[in-house]
């Protein structure tokens, strides 16, 4: 009997709540032998020159990812769809194509079960503590968008607590945020009104924008709570370790996961009665009160600096990582290297194991524009990723049905587990669609919306290039000096690689610096003609003193440079290119019937065992030496 799967949906999974609410229920599910497939996305943004529309709507298409008719119940986060219109999008599939429960956490359709906590009571409460405990007369309120699913709840809150305390509720009194940390400034000006006196208290919908109203707060020589007291909601880690330890709503991620399995432990019972009519599950909220509201704090814990200090690190290491990963795309645009680069990657994103699948782009069906399919019916498995071994995908290209998710041989093991999938959608494209297995306490990092958009970037490159541009002839064009013929730069570095990719003991690779001499006298004298037939004879002769497997290129005016390899270790081969280049260019030279000598210096130096970390070193000893020669021949020519 195949084992029953729950379809969760969120958005931003990184987040603090999707990720301890999605970690628990993924054990819930375990313990009853119960797949989660996790379809997730991340969210919209704005920039300064607008919304990113068409990016967005890449990101809704996970929701046409799933056979909804598959799964045995149905879990969602419609909070976390912070994409215009995809919560209706949603819940008009979810009319359209499932026959299976479904329950919504925090918000949700009055048409599916819901397990949530009382935002207006728990907002209610918050407020009467202020003015009651405090004796706050001016309270100001960051709500989030007032379009957002919770934020009408607890609005309404504030709004009675005030109104029983006969408080006003003026123009400048309730400030529209966006539940992130980018509003603190414009929240305390709002708040201000054009004047200077700042409210007794701010009250904040979430803890994230709290805690960029004490970050203004301070800049602007403001103590909290001794001039202005601000609390928030949620309950997020960070609100424990700020300072000063905020005052919150703590609703326990875990906490929504045990209720929506006390409906799902009855709606997937035998008595089909049960699931007749939508059931609400309410969750207890508590307040959290700390020093930002001025009580004593007695909730927050000891902070660990060591702890502290490695989040920091590892912050770093995965900044540092995200300019990396764009970089590598960048080496090739094909398929095998961003796969890849995918792979090699892996680690940085926070979970062990990971499962990339294609869309069949050689289906005429998907491929077809009436159609208008997402993603094909067929998927291709490419590769499965681990970490264990950056430098090795295991390659499958293996098809099955994109309604099994991954083959069943993978998702069908001993043991129960959880599969997060990620859309991936270069703007409203999708190319197919990344999965990962987090291991026990593993979970997508904030990285993880980089990693997906580069590999969708670089999947897009290949295809465009690859349909509508000629491939193989534009790489050869941006790879090949236009007038030697010879590799150009990007053609070199491409080249070099492959070689030092196949390096082996035994063998020493050099690397020869070209510089032709008196170009410039030349192109003055004789004009640039003469010129650009002198740099074509250096480099016809270049070509003739290269052994199979050593490459050369002009790197633009006057410079060239060339790789050498010898299977002994006596470096007998840099002798011996050097002497034949010499020798065979002034033969040359000599037979061209033109009015100037045509030289070159050369330095060359040894690549030491390989080491692609040396290569600069190399090349930089390879131009000093290349210049000595240079002014030793100039010597000579006086």
């Known amino acids: 009997m195949a084992r029953r799967r729950i379809g969760l949906f969120m958005s931003e999974i990184s987040q603090y709540f999707q990720e301890y609410c999605g970690k628990a229920i993924i054990r819930l599910a375990a313990e009853r032998d119960i797949d989660v497939i996790i ?57 359209k194509n499932a026959t299976c429960p479904v329950i919504c956490l925090q918000s949700g359709s009055p048409d599916h079960h819901l397990v949530s906590t009382d935002n207006r009571d728990t907002m209610y409460r918050m407020t009467k503590h202020f003015i009651e405990q405090h004796d706050h007369s001016t309270i100001c309120y960051m709500s989030g968008p007032f379009k957002s699913k919770d934020s009408p709840d607890r609005l309404h809150g504030f709004e009675q607590a005030m109104e029983e305390a006969g408080l006003p509720i003026r123009q400048n009194t309730i400030y529209e945020g966006n539940y992130w940390t980018n509003r603190g400034a ?42 202005v007291c601000v609390t928030g909601f949620d309950g997020i880690l960070e609100s424990e370790y700020s300072d000063p330890p905020l005052t919150t709503v703590k609703i326990k991620p875990e906490d929504y996961a045990i209720g929506a399995f006390e409906l799902l432990d009855k709606l997937l019972s035998e008595d089909a009665s049960l699931a007749a009519a939508p059931e609400t599950v309410t969750i207890p909220a508590d307040i959290i009160f700390r020093e930002s509201c001025g009580c004593p704090d007695t909730a927050t814990p000891f902070y660990d600096k060591a702890e502290g200090l490695r989040r920091i690190v590892q912050s770093d290491i995965l900044l540092r990582e995200a300019g990396r990963i764009t970089g590598d795309y960048q080496n090739k645009y094909d398929i095998d290297n961003a796969l890849s680069v995918a792979n090699y990657y892996l680690w940085t994103i926070g979970c062990s194991t990971g499962y990339l699948c294609l869309c069949d782009e050689t289906d005429p069906v998907f491929r077809s524009v009436e159609q208008n399919r997402i993603f094909s019916d067929e998927m291709i498995l490419m590769q499965i990723m681990r970490t264990e071994d950056q430098l090795a995908a295991e390659t499958v290209d293996m098809r099955f049905p994109r309604s099994e998710v991954l083959p069943h041989e993978l998702i069908g093991d001993s043991k129960p587990g959880g599969y997060i999938v990620f859309s991936i959608s270069y703007k409203n494209k999708s190319y197919g669609y990344l999965v990962l297995k987090p291991d ?63 390096y082996s003991e035994g063998k020493t690779i050099s690397l020869a610096s070209i510089d032709m001499d008196n170009l410039k006298l030349i192109n003055d004298i004789y004009g640039h003609a003469d010129g650009d037939y002198a740099l074509k ?59 100037y000598p045509i030289h070159a210096s050369v330095g060359i130096s040894d690549l030491k065992g390989g080491d692609t970390k040396h290569i600069f070193a190399c090349m930089q000893l390879a131009d000093e030496r290349m210049y000595v020669n240079k002014r030793n021949y100039k010597m000579t020519m006086r």
Request: glycine residues 8%.
């Open 537 to 595: 004879t250096l480099s016809d002769v270049l070509k003739t003193c290269l052994r199979d497997g050593e490459i050369c290129a002009r790197f633009g005016g006057d410079e060239f440079s060339a790789v050498l390899i010898s299977d002994h270790p006596d470096h007998d081969r840099i002798e011996e290119f050097a002497d034949i280049f010499g020798r065979r260019l002034s033969e040359v030279s000599k037979t061209t019937g033109k009015p």
């Open 186 to 227: 414009r929240a305390l000006d709002f708040f201000l009104g054009g004047g200077d006196k700042y409210p007794d208290a701010i009250i904040c919908a979430n803890d994230y924008m709290a805690l960029s109203v004490i970050d203004e707060l301070k800049k602007r020589g403001l103590r909290v709570p001794d001039d």
């Open 440 to 502: 026990e306490g593993e979970w997508p990092n904030a990285l993880t919306n980089t990693y997906i958009n580069a590999l969708a970037a670089a999947i897009e490159n290949f295809f465009y290039q690859d349909q509508f541009m000629e491939l193989a002839e534009i790489k050869r064009l941006s790879e090949t000096d236009p007038l030697t013929g010879l590799y150009n730069r990007r053609g070199f570095e491409n080249a070099l690689t492959e070689i030092l990719a196949s």
């Open 39 to 95: 379809f997730s996305s991340f969210g919209s943004y704005s920039c300064p020159y607008g919304r990113n529309l068409l990016s967005e709507m890449g990101k809704k298409n996970i929701l046409h990812l799933p056979d909804y008719s598959t799964l045995d119940a149905i879990i969602a986060m419609p909070n976390s769809f912070d994409i215009y219109g995809m919560d209706s999008e949603f819940y008009e599939m979810l009319k």
